[in-house]
């Protein structure tokens, strides 16, 4: 009986020592030891059920989040840590961390200055200090303060990597190989080391090298997740797409939610030609996150180019626009609701929802452009009487319309004036969507075929380099040809376009946008359009010329407004720029002044005034606003969001 007491008693006390806050905090411990911040959030959460103001358990939860990349709760745990363990500088810095990770970067300056004031030279502060630098866009101060703190601590692994990861994305590829290779020298058998190695390596270009250190991280560490995933994006890259899916599907089985390795299974198959299963793997992949914005344009680019208009394919995945058009129709947000019609409309171009984009034409006071899509579905067939007495009834209201008045159709005449080529190459990749700036140039080519200044022309968007793709712009008769690449990370994407003159391949002008949240591929390709369209000079062309009176092939729509005053300049002599965006005329070419006295949706007309004694003025000359008067592009100041993400997930 004594024995059976004592069993008991020992049970019963191992089961309340299993169930103490310090059992489950030296579990949460261990979890975080092995980077499971899942398990070791539970554990802390456990902790402080038992023990709500258990500092440790408290500190170490704010962590975890942070980790998570749940910012939100982060800062509120790493408050209530600081407010448990006052004056602790570790939990000051996180909180500094987690401070810039939210964008409130003046609240972390304050933070950080306050532990520097402290203490001059504590690591962690120096790095919260750094990365400020980065996401204030402060590249060659967050170098510096690298550099000074690497000379003050020159063994540090993580120092050594941070400053060898900023100054690859600097371009500086000699110097940042020689920072990871002496934190390779001195940290030979670290798994992190090595997969930053390859990560350095692949964004050079160095893709063989970056195999074999991405190899080399997984010798180390086989569950390392990161690195399995950039070994397959390598592999794609390298064109051994049968090898990249066998890695997907690796990953896939280890975690189903994996919408990156679904993503990358999807595109090695429909660069295999095996499109039916890419299609429905990309399919597979939405139902998973229907927000990742690279595998529906790279589903709904395959819908285009696979399928026939009649498809319900169509149908159906057009809805989600459509779906998404009214929502903001309903809060009034007229433009991105246009956008988002426009996006369903070339997936679907029957759809009857045309008769809502015109609507809101309408609305926005262009009569002339509604009529012309209720008319086009009339030739679609998919009119109703509806439509048929609204073609009507508008036919009537604008028979007084500039454009009948000259007896011109703005659908023939109107035309686009600079011809520009949008191109990725091939080098350009994302590690967590391969392929992101083909498929971003791919949604900017569509978003700017409603562009009515810029026509995108029709080639081959994947280039194998720089000198192909100019050799391209240049065969096309191209004026210009843009480069698109993106860096990203889970919240945050930037789009950067280099513009290229394709008469003699100069660089001209940068256009780059960042945003961050639902819709950021979207909302940064929109951005870069409008500073793109923005830097091109209005351009137009002399529709009719006679008693002394002249017609446009611009209007409202492209922002004409009486008493403008071009210049027109004779047809075939306008030259491009080579060292900045825009046109050159002599000022011999200019045969003449057009103020402008009548604007119409989408032509214009005005008096003509010739220059010198002879006539010289004929249709097709060409029509530039005065130099002075042009609006340049104002561009962003961007934090790389990639970049900013490997210094975060560093430790």
Same mark, same amino acid.
């Given at each position: 009986?004594?024995?059976?007491?004592?069993?008991?008693?020992?049970?019963?006390?191992?089961?309340?020592?299993?169930?103490?806050?310090?059992?489950?905090?030296?579990?949460?411990?261990?979890?975080?030891?092995?980077?499971?911040?899942?398990?070791?959030?539970?554990?802390?959460?456990?902790?402080?059920?038992?023990?709500?103001?258990?500092?440790?358990?408290?500190?170490?939860?704010?962590?975890?989040?942070?980790?998570?990349?749940?910012?939100?709760?982060?800062?509120?745990?790493?408050?209530?840590?600081?407010?448990?363990?006052?004056?602790?500088?570790?939990?000051?810095?996180?909180?500094?961390?987690?401070?810039?990770?939210?964008?409130?970067?003046?609240?972390?300056?304050?933070?950080?200055?306050?532990?520097?004031?402290?203490?001059?030279?504590?690591?962690?502060?120096?790095?919260?200090?750094?990365?400020?630098?980065?996401?204030?866009?402060?590249?060659?101060?967050?170098?510096?303060?690298?550099?000074?703190?690497?000379?003050?601590?020159?063994?540090?692994?993580?120092?050594?990597?941070?400053?060898?990861?900023?100054?690859?994305?600097?371009?500086?590829?000699?110097? &940042?190989?020689? =920072?990871? #290779?002496? /934190? $390779?020298?001195?940290? +030979? *058998?670290?798994?992190?080391?090595?997969?930053?190695? !390859?990560?350095?390596?692949?964004?050079?270009?160095?893709?063989?090298? &970056?195999?074999? =250190?991405? #190899?080399? /991280? $997984?010798?180390?560490? +086989? *569950?390392?997740?990161?690195?399995?995933?950039?070994? !397959?994006?390598?592999?794609?890259?390298?064109?051994?797409?049968?090898? &990249?899916?066998?890695?997907?599907?690796? /990953?896939?089985?280890?975690?189903?939610?994996?919408?990156?390795?679904?993503?990358?299974?999807?595109?090695?198959?429909?660069?295999?030609?095996?499109?039916?299963? &890419?299609?429905?793997?990309?399919?597979? /992949?939405?139902?998973?996150?229907?927000?990742?914005?690279?595998?529906?344009?790279?589903?709904?680019?395959?819908?285009?180019?696979?399928?026939?208009?009649?498809?319900?394919?169509?149908?159906?995945?057009?809805?989600?626009?459509?779906?998404?058009?009214r929502a903001y129709k309903r809060q009034n947000l007229s433009e991105q609701a246009l956008f988002e019609y426009r996006r369903g409309l070339r997936i679907n171009p029957y759809a009857k929802d045309r008769k809502e984009y015109a609507d809101i034409l309408k609305l926005q006071g262009y009569p002339a452009r509604y009529v012309e899509e209720l008319r086009f579905m009339q030739e679609l067939g998919i009119a109703d009487k509806t439509v048929d007495?609204?073609?009507?009834?508008?036919?009537?209201?604008?028979?007084?319309?500039?454009?009948?008045?000259?007896?011109?159709?703005?659908?023939?005449?109107?035309?686009?004036?600079?011809?520009?080529?949008?191109?990725?190459?091939?080098?350009?990749?994302?590690?967590?969507?391969?392929?992101?700036?083909?498929?971003?140039?791919?949604?900017?080519?569509?978003?700017?075929?409603?562009?009515?200044?810029?026509?995108?022309?029709?080639?081959?968007?994947?280039?194998?380099?720089?000198s192909q793709a100019f050799r391209a712009a240049r065969t096309a008769g191209a004026d210009y040809f843009l480069i698109v690449s993106v860096n990203e990370n889970k919240r945050d994407i930037s789009v950067k376009g280099e513009l290229f003159t394709a008469r003699t391949g100069a660089s001209v002008s940068v256009f780059s946008t960042y945003r961050t949240g639902t819709d950021r591929l979207r909302n940064a390709s929109r951005g870069l359009v409008?500073?793109?369209?923005?830097?091109?000079?209005?351009?137009?062309?002399?529709?009719?010329?006679?008693?002394?009176?002249?017609?446009?092939?611009?209007?409202?729509?492209?922002?004409?407004?009486?008493?403008?005053?071009?210049?027109?300049?004779?047809?075939?002599?306008?030259?491009?720029?080579?060292?900045?965006?825009?046109?050159?005329?002599?000022?011999?070419?200019?045969?003449?002044?057009?103020?402008?006295?009548?604007?119409?949706?989408?032509?214009?007309?005005?008096?003509?005034?010739?220059?010198?004694?002879?006539?010289?003025?004929?249709?097709?000359?060409?029509?530039?606003?005065?130099?002075?008067?042009?609006?340049?592009?104002?561009?962003?100041?961007?934090?790389?969001?990639?970049?900013?993400?490997?210094?975060?997930?560093?430790?």
């Amino acid at each position: 009986m004594k024995n059976k007491e004592i069993i008991i008693l020992l049970l019963l006390n191992y089961s309340l020592f299993a169930q103490s806050p310090a059992s489950y905090y030296e579990q949460g411990r261990a979890f975080m030891v092995q980077e499971d911040w899942y398990s070791a959030s539970e554990a802390f959460l456990e902790t402080l059920r038992l023990a709500p103001n258990h500092a440790e358990a408290t500190a170490a939860l704010a962590e975890c989040y942070y980790a998570l990349e749940e910012f939100d709760e982060a800062l509120v745990w790493v408050k209530k840590a600081r407010s448990l363990a006052r004056g602790n500088i570790s939990l000051a810095n996180l909180e500094a961390f987690t401070l810039i990770s939210q964008g409130q970067l003046e609240k972390a300056s304050a933070v950080i200055n306050e532990t520097l004031v402290r203490q001059p030279y504590n690591k962690e502060a120096l790095f919260a200090a750094s990365e400020l630098d980065l996401a204030r866009g402060r590249m060659g101060d967050a170098v510096q303060r690298y550099r000074d703190a690497v000379r003050r601590y020159p063994d540090d692994r993580r120092l050594l990597v941070s400053l060898a990861l900023v100054l690859g994305s600097l371009g500086e590829t000699e110097q &940042a190989r020689g =920072y990871i #290779e002496r /934190a $390779l020298l001195q940290h +030979p *058998d670290d798994y992190r080391v090595y997969y930053y190695a !390859a990560y350095l390596d692949a964004t050079a270009d160095a893709l063989d090298s &970056a195999i074999y =250190y991405a #190899e080399k /991280a $997984l010798f180390y560490k +086989p *569950d390392f997740p990161a690195a399995h995933s950039l070994l !397959a994006n390598l592999r794609y890259r390298t064109g051994q797409f049968a090898e &990249a899916s066998r890695l997907a599907d690796e /990953a896939i089985a280890f975690n189903q939610k994996d919408i990156n390795a679904w993503y990358l299974k999807g595109m090695a198959l429909q660069e295999t030609g095996r499109l039916a299963e &890419a299609r429905a793997v990309f399919s597979g /992949a939405l139902a998973i996150d229907p927000n990742d914005e690279f595998i529906r344009i790279a589903f709904e680019d395959r819908i285009i180019k696979d399928t026939n208009l009649e498809d319900p394919l169509r149908a159906r995945w057009a809805a989600f626009h459509f779906d998404h058009a009214r929502a903001y129709k309903r809060q009034n947000l007229s433009e991105q609701a246009l956008f988002e019609y426009r996006r369903g409309l070339r997936i679907n171009p029957y759809a009857k929802d045309r008769k809502e984009y015109a609507d809101i034409l309408k609305l926005q006071g262009y009569p002339a452009r509604y009529v012309e899509e209720l008319r086009f579905m009339q030739e679609l067939g998919i009119a109703d009487k509806t439509v048929d007495d609204a073609v009507e009834a508008y036919n009537a209201l604008l028979a007084d319309a500039l454009a009948r008045q000259w007896e011109a159709d703005p659908t023939t005449n109107v035309k686009k004036h600079w011809n520009v080529a949008i191109f990725s190459v091939v080098s350009q990749s994302s590690v967590f969507h391969a392929d992101a700036g083909a498929l971003a140039a791919s949604y900017l080519k569509d978003v700017l075929v409603h562009d009515r200044n810029i026509a995108p022309m029709d080639l081959e968007l994947k280039q194998a380099s720089f000198s192909q793709a100019f050799r391209a712009a240049r065969t096309a008769g191209a004026d210009y040809f843009l480069i698109v690449s993106v860096n990203e990370n889970k919240r945050d994407i930037s789009v950067k376009g280099e513009l290229f003159t394709a008469r003699t391949g100069a660089s001209v002008s940068v256009f780059s946008t960042y945003r961050t949240g639902t819709d950021r591929l979207r909302n940064a390709s929109r951005g870069l359009v409008e500073r793109l369209s923005a830097s091109l000079p209005l351009r137009a062309e002399l529709l009719q010329y006679k008693q002394g009176q002249g017609l446009i092939d611009k209007g409202r729509v492209d922002g004409i407004k009486a008493d403008m005053v071009f210049d027109v300049v004779q047809k075939g002599q306008v030259v491009i720029k080579n060292d900045s965006v825009g046109a050159l005329y002599s000022v011999d070419d200019v045969v003449g002044k057009l103020t402008i006295n009548a604007v119409d949706e989408e032509v214009a007309a005005g008096i003509v005034v010739r220059n010198g004694f002879f006539d010289r003025i004929a249709v097709g000359d060409e029509i530039f606003l005065h130099p002075e008067e042009s609006s340049a592009a104002t561009n962003e100041t961007l934090a790389n969001p990639e970049l900013r993400s490997l210094l975060r997930n560093l430790r």
